[in-house]
């Protein structure tokens, strides 16, 4: 199976920074496309940016200019480098990505990180 681990989030002020990683692991065959979802207190979770296989990135236009998505397949890894930080910013942050893997024969998904909170205080 697949897990993904989150790390990074926290409590910062406004125009702040912080970065989220997440990182992969099990008995992964490839690693498709890798996003970054985030679900505001009250509100549906959405979409905030997505990194493809190529290094493509799509952002959601509320971020642009602000956050940055990379990866890193050698360490299964995606980041979102998030600079000046606004408290609209405040939600959950959950990954989610794309992987074909083994069990028992080849299978591809999309599995999901246990969230990581990042909260902005004006």
């Known amino acids: 199976q697949v897990q993904l681990v989150e790390s990074g989030g926290g409590l910062v002020q406004a125009g702040g920074s912080l970065r989220l990683s997440c990182a992969a692991s099990g008995s992964i065959f490839s690693i498709n496309a890798m996003d970054w979802y985030r679900q505001p207190p009250g509100k549906q979770r959405e979409l905030v940016a997505t990194v493809t296989t190529g290094g493509s990135t799509n952002y959601i236009d509320s971020v642009k200019g602000r956050f940055t998505i990379s990866r890193d397949n050698a360490k299964k890894t995606v980041y979102l480098q998030m600079n000046s930080l606004k408290p609209e910013d405040t939600a959950v942050y959950y990954c989610?990505?794309?992987?074909?893997?083994?069990?028992?024969?080849?299978?591809?998904?999309?599995?999901w990180g246990q969230g990581t909170q990042v909260t902005v205080s004006s």
């Open positions: 989610a990505v794309d992987f074909t893997y083994y069990s028992g024969e080849l299978k591809r998904n999309i599995f």
